[in-house]
């Protein structure tokens, strides 16, 4: 449902380049996107899939398009590491990862929000050996749930540039390192026309950067320096409503953008909710797809609607709740799995509705994972299953195209 | 002429810092700051460092510090030296202090990364033969026949060759110092300031209560293991011209080794073996400094 056909020639001019879309993989349009912001240090290192931001990133490097400076990493580890104390200097910073480089970062990531830095990085979600693969599943980014980072799932290319660029302004505002998550393959790789924007029009959303420089010659501090029991609790609570902040934010920025570039997203979008007897909930690519199966379910009588979340963290709870408070019976498909739970966006929803004044029935699917395909076939299954099923199960079902 | 700092009183380390009495690794950090000076930038990560500089809001060091994770001392500072070139503060020294665990063991990678592409650090390894932070345990900085909680027979295996490792990463600047030798120590540190890319300074830091000292014998210790050519002074340019900036007594390891508890353990074939490695070592290293032209030091 994605292959949208529109081509741009090759070696066109200028003037058609600023008019027509650029045909270009969702890391391209990372890459385009986190160039336009100006990082003064960009510190990486190589993983499928996420490689092509990192070797686009290096040609901007080396035509003097990027800037700042490319710091070619040994490992991932080390790629954060010199992410965050490049942010406490007060510099902007980007990198990306994927999969198996996003976990050997993860003793860093809490870091990095520990030590309130407004790093900005794409995360490629790839599956996580072992069995080794390299398909698209959510579960590397989710199982960063809890280190404190900004979360952003995207749907498409273009939303993947628009969120990088959105991903700066929300860590710079409340000081806390924000992840934009694309999928592998479905993303990565896909070619699709995307509105590239310019760096005038860029420099006009995103301000100069604007990091405390954390390293003051004349009035020294020792950042990290160990603290007792209650210095701690404290600055866990100090993140958290930091995180409040962030949703706040995110919303206020995601408005601004529209008003700038005239496309906005929401941190969550409803579609058809009005009269639907049930609610499928999904993330990511898969609720393009999803559009389309609604559609057709709709022609056929069933009245269905579609809530996609793109905010994970901080957990947009209140818009969530706004949408779903009516609704009685929600479907969620997961390319993700907490082992021994369920999907990772269905166990996340239900907490969320706990407090919800009308009952509900929400039944968790697993579909996607590995990578494997969910056509609209498989969403209507779904949709079908969840409509016609007597009693919802707390176990979350699997589906697999036959 | 060998500059003397002995008129220096000017200390960037502060009183109050919370090391254990005589320590010798707070006596290495406050001549290596007093060195540098008060305009640096300083990575620490887990070790005996980063609990001398002091518990929060305390901090025993008058310049900016950051306690970063343990393996990523080098990459951490690298970050800030790359981060003050953008923002045209390169005047500023970024100096990485970590222990021996740090740089011989879990910190080794991102150390070797920064050196290969020639990071302008200065890397300080205060090395107490040992995870001494965590209640002295072996580390492959011990050295052979060392006690420690884990070797509690002795260390069966050798100490790594860390200066050679930096060596053959051809950095501008690598070096070893002792706090028993506190000009020739300084001197280094300033010369390694004046270059630019990855320096190395591998620092000879005594843990009395490791070593099982008295608590005033860090510096003799110190001036003891240089004297019989345990950690002989020199320092490598280019990874390929060594130069020795001490030539020592060559006084046997006994005198070492004896006044330490934790070789108390020591037969004497393993003495003899001790200082068989010793002379190896060091007849080697003078080989290696005649290949080149003496020059002013």
Redesign the interface.
Known sequence: MRYLCCRVQSGCNEFWRKILKQFITGNHAVAEAACRCRP??V?AYPITPQTPIYEKLSEMEASGKLG??M?????E???M???????????RTFTATSSQGLALMH??LH?ASGARTAIVMACVNRTLALPWAFWSDQTDSLSQRDTGWIQIYVEHNQEALDSVIQAFRIAEDVMLPCMVVLEANFISHFMEPVDVPSQEQVDGFLPKVNVP?????DN?????????QA?YQDSRQLSQEAMYMALESAESVDQEFGSFFGRSYGLVEAQDLKDADLVLVTSATITSTARFAIRQLRKKGHKIGLVKIRLFRPFPTPHVRKLLDPVARIAVIDRNISLGREGIFCAELKAALSNSPVKKQIQGYLAGIGGTDVDDDLIQQIVLDALSRQEFVDRPIWMKEE | MMQSFSDVHCDVMRSGHSACPGCGQAISMRLVLRAIG????V?TVPSCV??I???????A?????????F??A???????S??????GRED?PVLAFAGDGGTFDIGL??L??AA??NEDIIYVCFDNEGYMNTGIQVSSATPTHAWTGTTPTGNTRRKKQIMEIMAAHRIPYAATASIGFPDDLMHKIQKARDIRGTRFIHLLSPCNTGWKIAENMAPKISTLAVETNIFPLYEIIDGLQYRITYHSKGLSVENYLSVQGRYNHLRPDQMDSIQTETDRIWQDLKEKAAKHTPTEF
Not at chain 1, 81 to 88: E, N
Not at chain 1, 220 to 228: E, H, L, Q, R, T
Not at chain 2, 63 to 68: E, G, K, Q, S, T
């Open positions: 003064g240090i510190a700042g400076i710091m070619r990493m040994e490992s580890h080390s790629s590491a010199a992410c965050i104390s490049a942010s406490l200097t007060g510099v003793e860093m870091f420089r954390r390293f003051d010659i020294p501090s020792f950042i990290g320096a160990v603290v007792n210095q | 008060t305009r640096a930038i990575v980063s609990v500089a002091g518990p929060f809001p305390n901090a060091a008058n310049v900016p510090m950051y306690h970063a994770a393996e990523v080098a990459a951490s500072a690298a970050g800030i790359n981060a003050l070139k953008i923002q500023i990678q991102s070797s990364g290969d592409r």
